[in-house]
């Protein structure tokens, strides 16, 4: 609402969150991403969206619930993946 939320892309080396592939921090407004393969690297950015939505709107019990943002992250991914748009060059 009004931040910019930044994204970085860290490698192995420099990745700190074991067992963790991406990471929401709302006191930095950030988004960190392990740099994996493309796919897994998108639905971990709309996984991580989908915290922030969450907690910026005040429902950090429904952030809480990671089945519930991994499916809201998965269709997230689908919809823009596959989004058609009639005047676009995806379209024709």
Not at 59 to 81: C, I, N, P, W, Y
Request: contains cysteine; proline residues 2%; hydrophobic residues 35%.
């Amino acid at each position: 609402m009004g931040c910019t939320v930044t994204v970085e892309i860290l490698s192995e080396g420099e990745w700190q969150h074991e067992g963790a592939v991406g990471l929401y921090d709302p006191s930095r407004h950030s988004i960190k991403l392990l740099k994996t393969s493309q796919q897994l690297m998108e639905h971990t950015y709309f996984h991580e969206l989908v915290h922030c939505i969450l907690h910026t709107i005040g429902r950090t019990k429904l952030s809480d619930d990671e089945e519930l943002v991994d499916m809201v992250a998965g269709l997230f991914h689908q919809a823009v993946k596959t989004a058609v748009y009639p005047n676009s060059k995806k379209g024709k």
